[in-house]
Antibody, heavy 116, light 112 residues
Framework: EVQLVESGGDSVQPGGSLRLSCSAS????????MHWVRQAPGKGLEYVSA????????YYADSVKGRLTISRDNSKNTLYLQMSSLRAEDTAMYYC?????????WGQGTLVTVSS | DVVMTQSPLSLPVTLGQPASISCRSSQSLVYSDGNTYLNWFQQRPGQSPRRLIYKISNRDSGVPDRFSGSGSGTDFTLKISRVEAEDVGVYYC?????????FGQGTKLEIK
C-alpha cells in the first residue's frame, strides 16, 4: 500500500525557517517524481514545488522561488522541503504528492503556521 | 499559467439526484504525447484530496462508477449519476499538461 507521511509542520514567526519531511513507503520511491502542494486555510490547492525521480531537476512556483528548497534522499525514501524567510501567506497545509499521471497519491498533510 | 475555471462553485444536491460540475481551461490540455491531462479530485471534509478521474475519463481504483468524466480540448465535466451522502466535499479539476500544474477554484457539493 502506498503511504506518504508528512512531518515537520509547526508554528513559526515571519522570517523563520522550517524543514518538512515526507516519508514514503509501499512503492519504489526512486522511480517517481514528487511534488509539494499546499492549501491555505479555507482555500484551494496550489502547486508549490517539484523534483524529478533522481533529484536532478527541481521546480518552484513563482511565489516561493528563492525561499523554499525541495530535495530528496532516495536511500531513505524521503522527500524534503526546506522553508526559509517564511511569510504569513505561507500559512497552509502542505501535502506531499506522488506525481504518476498527475498526483495519484497524497499524504495527510502537515500544517505550517506563520504568525507573530 | 493555465487558468482553470469551475462552475458552479456551490452545488446543493438532493440525495439520489445527479450532479454535474464544469471545468474550463484557458488553453488546450492536449499534451505533446496526444493525451489530455485533465484530472478530478475529491476532498472530503477534514481529509486530503483524492484523485477520482485522470486523463478526462479514467476512474481511479476504488472510485464508484457513479462518477464519470468527459470532455475535450478546453471543456470538461464531472458527473455523479446519483449523489450519496459520502460524496459531500469539494471537487477540484486540475491540469497537468502545462507547467506549472494548476487547479480550479473548487466546487463545494452539499446535500440539500
Amino acid at each position: 500500500e502506498v503511504q506518504l507521511v508528512e512531518s515537520g509542520g509547526d508554528s513559526v514567526q515571519p522570517g523563520g525557517s522550517l524543514r518538512l519531511s515526507c516519508s514514503a513507503s509501499g512503492f519504489t520511491f526512486s522511480n517517481y517524481a514528487m511534488h509539494w502542494v499546499r492549501q491555505a486555510p479555507g482555500k484551494g490547492l496550489e502547486y508549490v514545488s517539484a523534483i524529478t525521480s533522481n533529484g536532478g531537476s527541481t521546480y518552484y512556483a513563482d511565489s516561493v522561488k528563492g525561499r523554499l528548497t525541495i530535495s530528496r534522499d532516495n536511500s531513505k525514501n524521503t522527500l524534503y522541503l526546506q522553508m526559509s524567510s517564511l511569510r504569513a501567506e505561507d500559512t497552509a497545509m502542505y501535502y506531499c504528492v506522488r506525481n504518476y499521471g498527475n498526483y495519484d497519491y497524497w499524504g495527510q498533510g502537515t500544517l505550517v503556521t506563520v504568525s507573530s | 499559467d493555465v487558468v482553470m475555471t469551475q462552475s458552479p462553485l456551490s452545488l446543493p444536491v438532493t440525495l439520489g439526484q445527479p450532479a454535474s460540475i464544469s471545468c474550463r481551461s484557458s488553453q488546450s490540455l492536449v499534451y505533446s504525447d496526444g493525451n489530455t491531462y485533465l484530472n478530478w479530485f475529491q476532498q472530503r471534509p477534514g481529509q486530503s484530496p483524492r484523485r477520482l478521474i485522470y486523463k478526462i475519463s479514467n476512474r481511479d481504483s476504488g472510485v464508484p462508477d457513479r462518477f464519470s468524466g468527459s470532455g475535450s480540448g478546453t471543456d470538461f465535466t464531472l458527473k455523479i449519476s446519483r449523489v450519496e451522502a459520502e460524496d459531500v466535499g469539494v471537487y477540484y479539476c486540475m491540469q497537468g499538461a502545462h507547467w506549472p500544474y494548476t487547479f480550479g477554484q473548487g466546487t463545494k457539493l452539499e446535500i440539500k
